[in-house]
């Protein structure tokens, strides 16, 4: 019989049944996302054999990161994060259930595919504070190294699963039929996480909209006031947009290589098989000065892999690339997050973290549109691989001039632990 006892002592943010279920409900709502990018990205390529297209499709939802996310993350420090989870996950079962019916229905034009995902958008960006910062109200604060590296396992995992059953949807029943799969996984989620049990408390605070706003202003203040958070999310912005700012760039790299949907789907599955291992073994490293050299390896790691992907015909040496980068990014985010959650109060946790998201999802969309832009004209190799060059020098300074960063490279944890004091 499976011994669960072994998984507990070495996981033990898993004894907490809330958590398992919140980790299961991040699994199903990431894989239904990237089966849901999956397939928006091949029909746009389809329709209109521009790589701009595909990076406006994306950044139409990620640029909700930007526009929703302060305020969603306000409103998660305010009321029941669970209860906002579930009504931001029921939108976005609308929107894909949306999409798959003029999919299927062959009336889908690109205009439909952007307008969708701008109302998908704003779901997500509602969704994602209230998650990630649910996640750190369900384990003991012991745990929470390990509970957050975990939660960032069935998100960047889920990549593998989603393009797995999506792919092979999507060459054997067309992209109608991947909507439809996302459609229905996420509905898993939403039932999974109406199940936690954990009710937040009543916000005390005065209501209304400029209530709001001035929370969001202080969520701002707080996260520049203090050095060690405005570190983190400047390396993520550098990060997210010359590392991960690739899904505009996939399907014409497909196709350079002389694949199809399915090595469309390769790629896409390999970049989820690397962010499982990579979440995984990070998440049972318990020895601080371990994860302050894991993050040295897949800082760098990243570029690498993005110079794989670049450099290399083979669809054989782009999917180990791919793979690489999987492992390499969700590891460096992982401890990112874990850096930022272990600083920032219980109180500013929502709107701290939708501030973090809406650097990397933001900047993400922009350099994915522009990339699309690009890619029409030069081809994506420059823009692999000039990226992930610039990339590994901004790393590698940034860790010789940096006091903060060589503490973390050294240490695994910043050498100063004061919080810094700011009117609000």
């Not at 999409?99 to 509602?126: D, F, P, R």
Request: hydrophobic residues 55%; glycine residues 10%; proline residues 3%.
């Amino acid at each position: 019989m499976f011994d669960t006892s072994f998984i507990l002592r070495n996981l033990p943010a898993f004894q907490s049944a809330d958590y398992r279920r919140l980790f299961t409900s991040f699994f199903f709502a990431s894989a239904s996302r990237w089966a849901l990018v999956l397939g928006q990205s091949w029909l746009v390529f389809e329709l209109t054999d521009s790589s701009l297209a595909v990076g406006a499709v994306y950044c139409a939802g990620a640029a909700q990161f930007v526009i929703v996310g302060p305020f969603a993350g306000a409103i998660a420090d305010r009321i029941d994060r669970r209860r906002l989870a579930i009504n931001a996950l029921i939108l976005s079962v609308i929107c894909s259930t949306a999409l798959a019916a003029i999919t299927l229905a062959n009336v889908v034009e690109v205009w439909h595919v952007i307008a969708i995902a701008v109302v998908q958008g704003w779901a997500q960006a509602a969704a994602m504070p209230a998650q990630r910062s649910l996640l750190a109200n369900l384990v003991p604060r012991e745990h929470l190294m390990n509970a957050v590296a975990l939660g960032g396992m069935p998100v960047h995992g889920s990549r593998f699963a989603g393009p797995l059953f999506g792919g092979i949807l999507l060459a054997t029943l067309g992209a109608g039929a991947v909507f439809l799969l996302s459609a229905a996984i996420l509905t898993v989620a939403v039932l999974l996480i109406s199940r936690i049990q954990h009710r937040a408390e009543p916000f005390a605070g005065s209501s209304g909209v400029a209530s709001v706003m001035t929370d969001v202003r202080y969520g701002f203040v707080y996260t520049w006031a203090d050095r060690r958070i405005r570190l983190v999310i400047a390396l993520i912005i550098f990060h997210c947009s010359f590392t991960m700012a690739f899904n505009s760039l996939l399907p014409r790299l497909t196709t350079d290589i002389g694949g199809g949907d399915m090595t469309f789907s390769l790629i896409m599955m390999g970049i989820g098989t690397g962010a499982i291992i990579g979440t995984l073994a990070i998440s049972v490293v318990r020895n601080r000065i371990l994860q302050g050299a894991s993050l040295n390896v897949v800082g760098i790691g990243s570029g690498i892999a993005m110079l794989l992907m670049g450099l290399f015909d083979s669809v054989t040496i782009v999917v180990i690339g791919a793979i690489l980068a999987g492992a390499t990014q969700a590891t460096y985010m992982a401890i990112s997050q874990v850096l930022v959650q272990e600083i920032v109060p219980d109180s500013l946790r929502g709107r701290v973290m939708a501030i973090y998201t809406m650097m990397a999802a933001g900047h993400m969309a922009l350099i994915n549109l522009g990339f699309g832009v690009l890619a029409d004209e030069i081809g994506v190799r420059p823009l692999l691989v000039v990226p992930a060059l610039v990339w590994i020098g901004i790393f590698l300074v940034t860790a010789l001039i940096s006091v903060d960063l060589r503490n973390v490279l050294r240490k695994g944890e910043f050498h100063t632990t004061e919080a810094p004091t700011v009117n609000g």
